[in-house]
């Protein structure tokens, strides 16, 4: 493990700044911040603002799903208008709850079918055209 020895250096005259004064030590980092490491300005205030309205400067999580909720919710619309009508395409089904006031995507549509294990094939599997093996 590589120990920085600026960050050991601007973090003991911090610690030995905040007990002296008792300003806060985030004051402190900032410009150390800014000038001896080269982070940018915007994001040194953008962890500052995060640190006091959630009391740490860690990012909130990344990626996955937070709208699924939305077309879930109608599932049973849904799953009543595929038995209505097995064969409909997606863009059909779309316009069918766009009708109902319910938008939603393509995709979110075929996210929504592969979640629930809904396929739209319309026709059985095909036999392999070899049944013996050959020569």
Same mark, same amino acid.
């Given at each position: 493990? $590589? !120990?920085?020895?600026?960050?050991?250096?601007?973090?003991? &005259?911090?610690?030995?700044?905040?007990?002296?004064? #008792?300003?806060?030590? #985030?004051?402190?980092?900032?410009?150390?911040? %800014?000038?001896?490491?080269?982070?940018? +300005?915007?994001?040194?205030?953008?962890?500052?603002?995060?640190?006091?309205? @959630?009391?740490?400067?860690? +990012? *909130?999580?990344? #990626?996955?799903?937070?709208?699924? /909720?939305? &077309?879930?919710? $109608?599932?049973?619309? !849904?799953?009543?208008?595929?038995?209505?009508?097995?064969? %409909?395409? !997606?863009?059909?089904?779309?316009?069918?709850?766009?009708?109902?006031?319910? &938008?939603?995507?393509?995709?979110? %549509?075929?996210?929504?079918?592969?979640? /629930? *294990? %809904?396929?739209? *094939? *319309?026709?059985? +599997?095909?036999? @392999?055209?070899? !049944?013996?093996?050959?020569?």
């Amino acid at each position: 493990m $590589h !120990i920085d020895p600026y960050i050991v250096l601007g973090s003991a &005259i911090v610690g030995l700044l905040v007990g002296m004064t #008792g300003a806060g030590g #985030g004051a402190l980092m900032t410009p150390m911040l %800014i000038l001896l490491f080269g982070v940018s +300005p915007s994001s040194v205030s953008r962890w500052r603002t995060r640190e006091r309205v @959630q009391g740490d400067a860690r +990012p *909130k999580a990344l #990626g996955g799903d937070r709208k699924s /909720h939305r &077309i879930d919710a $109608h599932k049973a619309t !849904i799953l009543s208008r595929l038995d209505e009508t097995p064969d %409909i395409a !997606i863009e059909e089904l779309r316009c069918s709850l766009s009708e109902k006031g319910l &938008i939603f995507g393509f995709g979110t %549509i075929r996210r929504f079918f592969a979640r /629930h *294990k %809904i396929t739209r *094939k *319309k026709r059985p +599997p095909m036999l @392999q055209n070899r !049944i013996v093996p050959t020569s």
